[in-house]
């Protein structure tokens, strides 16, 4: 999948695993793209996949949890 696309599964997935609303789902995502958490998945795209994606929506909400 492309970046894009990636991003857009993560926030997915994150708002639908931990019940949280879009918003809250994409100001995760986007507070982690400020902090560079996604730049190896922009560069690599074997790191785009779905079941990367579940850790990293995993990752970043118990993140957002500290």
């Known amino acids: 999948m492309t ?4 991003l857009d599964e993560v926030t997915t997935l994150i708002a639908e695993k931990y019940d949280l609303s879009d918003a809250a789902a ?3 995502v986007v507070d982690a793209q400020d902090a560079e958490f996604f730049v190896q998945h922009d560069k690599k795209k074997e790191l ?9 929506a995993k990752t970043l909400y118990m993140a957002g949890q500290k």
């Open 3 to 6: 970046y894009e696309e990636y």
């Open 26 to 28: 994409i100001k995760l």
């Open 48 to 56: 785009r996949t779905l079941d990367q994606a579940h850790k990293d």
